[in-house]
């Protein structure tokens, strides 16, 4: 029997090259298979439609899904998450980053079928919040929006970060921590070569 997918979209983020590891991070290689192909098959075994926001439309062709382009390109995660949110139609959508290599099914389920009035709904563990990986409303986008229109003004001390966002709107965190899935390297997010090299060997190990 065909298991019944969700209807809200899934979008990843995939900036482009990583100052602080000179590459594209979503082409790392797992077992002779990029970071972004690994992800995008685990998402389209959950979702109906899968969007990956990039600027280099073209690098992601081979996947065969459709591009969410920045608007405001050059802002970080906070654009991707714009250009995911003025792309859908939907109410609710989750997102996340290409650079989460140990995210699982079942955390992302447990993401999408909680019931919350919040206007974003994001997993925490051992005391940190993960903020590219949850449920982001379509109603956030005009906050968005002006956050990042406000970081283009002379003098301005914020940073465009997606925490300041937070702040903005109605957000849940939901501690995932003592969840059957939960397991110690689910939120693991590689930065750094060394963070890769981690990664990969975690992945032997599995």
Do not use: W
Not at 26 to 50: A, G, H, M, Y
Not at 184 to 201: C, G, R, V, W
């Amino acid at each position: 029997m065909k298991l019944k997918k969700s209807k809200i979209p899934a979008f990843i983020l995939s900036g482009g090259k990583s100052s602080r590891i000179g590459t594209n991070k979503s082409f790392l290689e797992f077992n002779n298979e990029p970071l972004i192909k690994r992800l995008t098959e685990l998402l389209d075994q959950i979702f109906s439609s899968v969007v990956i926001s990039s600027n280099e439309p073209a690098l992601y062709k081979v996947l065969g899904k459709n591009i969410a382009k920045d608007i405001f390109p050059s802002r970080g995660p906070l654009s991707g998450i714009h250009s995911a949110l003025s792309f859908t139609d939907s109410e609710t959508n989750f997102i996340i980053s290409c650079d989460l290599p140990f995210v699982s099914k079942d955390l992302i389920k447990h993401l999408i079928n909680y019931e919350s009035d919040a206007e974003i709904i994001l997993p925490k563990s051992n005391g940190r919040f993960h903020h590219l990986c949850g449920i982001y409303s379509k109603s956030v986008l005009p906050e968005v929006e002006r956050l990042l229109i406000e970081i283009q003004q002379p003098n301005c001390k914020l940073k465009g970060s997606v925490f300041e966002l937070l702040e903005r709107v109605n957000t849940e965190f939901i501690d995932v921590e003592n969840l059957n899935f939960f397991t110690p390297n689910l939120f693991f997010n590689i930065n750094t070569i060394e963070d890769y090299n981690i990664a990969k060997k975690i992945f032997e190990e599995k």
